[in-house]
């Protein structure tokens, strides 16, 4: 039996979703720089994507691993290949990817009875309720992950475990969200857009996550606790469980090449991006990225690109997918020849946290994506927020309202993940210049939100440096495995 961190074996369950694996694959680097074996699980379409990852880590003689298990995909109706969130066809088969996930508790099972070392943990996305029972049937302790922040996960607790919601008639009122340590308001919409399934499937889904919860040692969480010292502590009290915070574990990638390769192959021209930036002025630039799934319609990107344009601000873009109208419309109206000098526009995945650190980035225009907030955060960047879905309105509610280092493009009204297709509320050309600028301004309150979020990334890194509280959390994360795997070996022992 593991007596010592460096015996331990985790298994990693990461949801197949970027803001989700992105940050697990940190985690088992960071696990595994501590001596522990880590076998990472996932489809292989999703293995692919952070193979190169791994193998850097392998070279650099850590003990990981990914082992493949294949989504039934075909028998839930998906194409094949369609493993990732955002591969799916349309949003509405959503519902058929939660399908296939939870058909993996029996091959994940036969996996685990036969790794070796035999594994001393699991840590497994909350969206894996089933990882709960096959922890329980192989005697292993569960950790549980989920993407956000200790504030939005204790936000989602408390409309999710009280009836709130239900006193709340109108969907555009605002009301104090009750049990937080500052005073919030939010919307019913807004705050109800994760934790509870707006299908049959998913409500099911995210019952079983709170059931399963119950059993687990405890909650992992990329955050660290000089930025949400109350919230760690309140979230611990309401979930009656022990919280680490190890993060911002993005702080983990050292090297250029781990930094510019994370989670997807980056966007073709990505070099001349960075030249370009290179002969900006420090502090002077705006980055727009909006996370690995949120979608703009042909309508909103142009809005975009003219607020962008009619901006006194130097700006990077990066759009994902544009479609082929708004490729009609760039084409038309000469759109990236205008805006040459001034702004660039790139199609693709964007190096994200390489642009967040590089000098000329002042500003980010972000859709409030945990890990996006937080890789702000780390690079000591203010926020446009432009929250779309999930949790990510609460994440806005943090940076403007706890945190102060954002201005709010004034998004009301989430999209519904699955109906994201029926996108209504647009974000016109002048709301997005005049946030933008509002960020970007050097008067005092501008300086007052530059400094704050200084600060921020200052304690974020000392939290991820030896003797951090994060690293320590880590270290007190591995302990508890190791005492639940001393009480379990006593317990059979007591049994025999
Ligand atoms: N990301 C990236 N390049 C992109 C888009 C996203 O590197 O072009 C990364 C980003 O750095 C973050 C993750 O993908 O780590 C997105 O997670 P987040 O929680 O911000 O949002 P989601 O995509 O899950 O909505």
């Not at 075909?74 to 799916?88: I, K, R, T, W, Y």
């Not at 109206?333 to 946290?353: D, F, N, T």
Request: hydrophobic residues 40%; glycine residues 6%.
């Amino acid at each position: 039996m593991a007596s010592h961190p460096t015996n331990l074996h985790f298994v990693l369950f990461p949801l197949m979703a970027q803001g989700h694996m992105i940050p697990m694959v940190d985690m088992a680097r960071i696990l595994a720089q501590r001596g522990a074996m880590v076998t990472i699980i996932t489809s292989p379409v999703n293995a692919n994507r952070f193979r190169s990852v791994v193998d850097r880590a392998i070279e650099a003689d850590l003990k990981i691993q990914i082992l493949e298990l294949q989504l039934p995909l075909v028998e839930v109706g998906l194409p094949e290949g369609c493993e990732n969130f955002d591969l799916l066809p349309s949003s509405a088969h959503a519902v058929n990817m939660i399908l296939a996930m939870n058909m993996l508790e029996e091959p994940a099972e036969n996996m685990l009875k036969v790794l070796c070392p035999p594994p001393s943990c699991i840590i497994s996305d909350g969206c894996f309720p089933w990882t709960n029972d096959v922890a329980k049937r192989l005697n292993i302790p569960r950790v549980v992950f989920y993407g956000p922040g200790c504030f939005a996960f204790l936000c989602v607790h408390i409309v999710t475990s009280t009836n709130i919601l239900d006193e709340i008639d109108s969907d555009s009122e605002y009301f104090v969200m009750p049990g937080l340590p500052d005073q919030i308001e939010v919307t019913k919409p807004q705050a109800s857009t994760w934790g509870r399934g707006d299908t049959k499937e998913s409500t099911q889904v995210f019952e079983r996550m709170v059931e399963a919860e119950k059993d687990t040692l405890g909650i992992v969480v990329n955050s660290f606790e000089e930025l949400e010292p109350k919230y760690v502590k309140e979230l611990s009290k309401a979930k009656a469980k022990r919280v680490w915070c190890v993060g911002p574990v993005s702080l983990c990638n050292k090297s250029f090449q781990d930094r510019a390769e994370r989670g997807n192959k980056i966007a073709i021209n990505t070099q001349d991006s960075l030249k370009w930036l290179d002969a900006k002025e420090s502090g002077s630039v705006i980055y727009v990225c909006l996370g690995s799934l949120s979608y703009a319609s042909t309508e909103q990107a142009i809005e975009l690109g003219l607020g962008l344009e009619s901006s006194n601000i130097p700006f990077l873009w990066f759009i994902r997918q544009p479609s082929e109208e708004f490729e009609e419309w760039l084409f038309k109206e000469g759109y990236e020849e205008r805006i040459k000098g001034k702004g660039l526009m790139v199609r693709g995945w964007a190096p994200q946290i390489l642009i967040l650190s590089h000098q000329a980035i002042g500003g980010f225009v972000t859709h409030c994506g945990w890990n996006s907030s937080l890789e702000g955060i780390s690079a000591g960047i203010p926020m446009v927020t432009w929250p779309q879905f999930g949790e990510q309105f609460l994440n806005e509610r943090f940076i403007i309202n706890v945190l102060k280092i954002g201005v709010r493009i004034g998004m009301e009204v989430p999209v519904i993940f699955n109906k994201l297709d029926e996108s209504k509320e647009i974000m016109k050309r002048d709301d997005i210049k005049q946030a933008i600028e509002g960020l970007m301004k050097n008067d005092e309150e501008g300086e007052a939100r530059r400094k704050r979020c200084m600060e921020f990334a200052v304690m974020a890194k000392s939290a991820m440096e030896e003797g951090g509280s994060s690293q320590r959390n880590m270290t007190s994360m591995m302990q508890a495995i190791i005492e639940e795997l001393a009480k379990k070996t006593t317990h059979v022992q007591d049994i025999v």
